[in-house]
């Protein structure tokens, strides 16, 4: 009876709020509790380097697996499967016996309370936290326009990828299907926006298809003929590459047959096409099937909620300012990583996040080592640029390292080796290299299986709405009362 009184006494005080811009004293009768918002690269990695510290770590994601964007682009042109670049987290993690793993979109955090409140399919799960690191990446932006979204879909998600290998595949197969010379030339247009690294690799890989994989497939149209078109408002491609490799890439996507537009910007989308604008403001329209978004980003939704509660500015593309050690102004025991943070001009590049994950999880374990949160010397947050990197077909891309500039084969080989250390899992690195030596040796795409599916599902989600829940059918049925088919539960409390 006494143990139990006193158990019940200790755990009323550590779940007690400290007071706003303190960490408290840390005390012996639990382990700390650290939550992490996101599985991606930040997120990932600072669960890992926690995986021997005397903590118990919860780390919440809207997905079940970690996914490797950086080559999104060989999924949707049929070089890997989704599998491979985004393995299960559960997975990744199942080793780590202080991790919890738990599925939802954190939709608010209570800076004073200190707890993040997740949201899945109508379920409600708060969380407590001592240290809290914010790592919920970002989404595609379009500058105001979302609707363009509708028939311009993005790249950030596997959903998006398989949508737009879909369409991708889809546009050859309707060419084949029709008669009419316009409307092959429609479906036979693919157009995708923003010229950055994304966007030059997406390019790059629909003309290979077109001009490689696809020739000797059809019988009524030459896949060949394709116009992949690139376009961008600024004066040139890879702007953060230099005008030197902006210049190689731009030589190389001409001799593959991409037709560049710069200082050019898109006012307008729909079902058939889009609507661009040059630089003296005359306009011009391009038909298409196929339109991909590939330019700007924009910080997830809950700086917006991290800033209301502190104070913190936020930049045009909704990154909040944090300081020099990642931590939210008043609130040391909160970290934000990645490209939700607005840095000394940090770029929103995977390493940024690696980097910053680690340098929170350090310093969560560096103030654990004293006891007392405030007895730690500062740890000011300070990254190493590893270089930029981009491929713009087999053999050929161009890479930036401090005063390094290469391309061609050499900066392939290096985008190659590089590429296959950061994916996770020995399995997933075997398998790639096989995918890859399909396609860039030979001519053929193993992960080419699309379905109408893929394609609607999107639209689909839309339309039914966020109440609509695949595990509870009566909500199928037209005309159930939200009573009792959509009402949402009591928040439940993850257990400690």
């Known amino acids: 009876m006494y143990s139990c009184e006193v158990r019940v006494i200790h755990r009323e005080f550590l779940e007690w709020p400290a007071q706003e811009g303190t960490i408290g004293v840390m005390t012996t009768t639990a382990r700390h509790r650290v939550v992490i918002i996101g599985s991606g690269f930040g997120g990932l990695f600072s669960a890992r380097k926690l995986a021997k510290a005397d903590v118990d770590v919860t780390l919440i994601s809207r997905t079940g697996h970690h996914l490797f964007q950086p080559l999104l682009y060989q999924?949707?042109?049929?070089?890997?499967?989704?599998?491979?670049?985004?393995?299960?987290?559960?997975?990744?993690?199942?080793?780590?016996?202080?991790?919890?793993?738990?599925?939802?979109?954190?939709?608010?955090?209570?800076?004073?309370?200190?707890?993040?409140?997740?949201?899945?399919?109508?379920?409600a799960t708060t969380t407590p936290y001592d240290?809290?690191?914010?790592?919920?990446?970002?989404?595609?932006s379009y500058f105001g326009n979302d609707h363009f979204a509708n028939n311009a879909p993005g790249m950030k998600s596997i959903d998006d990828a398989l949508e737009i290998r879909g369409k991708i595949f889809g546009a050859f197969e309707m060419?084949?299907?029709?008669?009419?010379?316009?409307?092959?030339?429609?479906?036979?247009?693919?157009?995708?926006?923003?010229?950055?690294?994304?966007?030059?690799?997406?390019?790059?890989?629909?003309?290979?298809?077109?001009?490689?994989?696809?020739?000797?497939?059809?019988?009524?149209?030459?896949?060949?003929?394709?116009?992949?078109?690139?376009?961008?408002?600024?004066?040139?491609?890879?702007?953060?590459?230099?005008?030197?490799?902006?210049?190689?890439?731009?030589?190389?996507?001409?001799?593959?047959?991409?037709i560049v537009q710069l200082n050019?910007?898109?006012?307008?989308?729909?079902?058939?096409?889009?609507?661009?604008?040059?630089?003296?403001?005359?306009?011009?329209?391009?038909?298409?099937?196929c339109m991909i978004w590939a330019a700007g980003v924009q910080a997830n939704a809950l700086t917006k909620t991290l800033a209301g509660q502190t104070?913190?500015?936020?930049?045009?593309?909704?990154?909040?300012?944090?300081?020099d050690d990642l931590t939210l102004p008043g609130h040391p025991e909160v970290f934000v990583v990645g490209d939700m943070i607005s840095l000394d001009n940090l770029p929103g590049v995977?390493?940024?996040?690696i980097q910053g994950g680690r340098h929170a999880a350090k310093t969560i374990m560096a103030r654990l080592a004293t006891g007392r949160f405030s007895d730690t010397p500062h740890r000011p947050f300070k990254y190493f640029d590893k270089g930029s990197m981009a491929t713009i077909s087999r053999f050929s891309a161009v890479v930036s390292v401090g005063?390094?500039?290469?391309?061609?084969?050499?900066?392939?080989?290096?985008?190659?080796?590089?590429?296959?250390?950061?994916?996770?899992?020995?399995?997933?690195?075997?398998?790639?290299?096989?995918?890859?030596?399909?396609?860039?040796?030979?001519?053929?795409?193993?992960?080419?299986?699309?379905?109408?599916?893929?394609?609607?599902?999107?639209?689909?989600?839309?339309?039914?709405?966020?109440?609509?829940?695949?595990?509870?059918?009566r909500r199928?049925?037209?005309?159930?009362?939200?009573?009792?088919?959509?009402?949402?539960?009591?928040?439940?409390s993850a257990p400690r």
């Not at 240290?131 to 595609?140: D, E, R, T, Y």
């Not at 298809?209 to 890879?238: M, Q, W, Y």
């Not at 199928?476 to 439940?492: D, F, I, M, R």
């Open 75 to 123: 999924v949707t042109t049929g070089i890997l499967s989704q599998g491979e670049i985004a393995p299960a987290t559960r997975e990744v993690l199942r080793k780590q016996r202080n991790v919890r793993v738990l599925l939802g979109d954190v939709r608010d955090v209570d800076l004073t309370g200190r707890t993040v409140t997740s949201f899945e399919l109508g379920r």
């Open 131 to 140: 240290s809290l690191i914010v790592a919920a990446g970002s989404g595609q």
């Open 175 to 258: 060419a084949e299907l029709s008669t009419d010379p316009v409307e092959i030339d429609r479906y036979l247009t693919f157009v995708v926006v923003g010229a950055g690294p994304t966007g030059v690799e997406m390019a790059g890989q629909i003309a290979e298809l077109a001009h490689r994989t696809l020739t000797k497939e059809f019988r009524a149209i030459d896949p060949s003929r394709a116009n992949i078109v690139l376009l961008d408002g600024a004066p040139g491609v890879l702007g953060a590459f230099g005008d030197h490799l902006g210049d190689k890439a731009m030589k190389r996507l001409a001799k593959m047959g991409v």
């Open 264 to 289: 050019s910007k898109v006012v307008n989308v729909d079902g058939s096409g889009l609507e661009v604008e040059r630089a003296d403001g005359s306009r011009y329209r391009i038909e298409s099937s």
């Open 311 to 323: 104070g913190a500015k936020l930049d045009r593309a909704g990154r909040i300012a944090v300081n």
């Open 350 to 353: 995977a390493q940024v996040a």
């Open 403 to 473: 005063k390094l500039r290469f391309s061609g084969f050499i900066g392939w080989m290096m985008w190659l080796v590089l590429h296959l250390v950061y994916i996770i899992g020995f399995k997933n690195r075997v398998t790639t290299l096989l995918h890859w030596f399909v396609s860039f040796i030979g001519r053929g795409r193993s992960e080419r299986t699309v379905t109408e599916q893929q394609v609607v599902a999107r639209h689909a989600i839309n339309a039914v709405g966020a109440d609509f829940n695949p595990f509870d059918h």
């Open 476 to 492: 199928l049925l037209p005309g159930t009362p939200q009573s009792a088919a959509t009402a949402k539960p009591e928040p439940v």
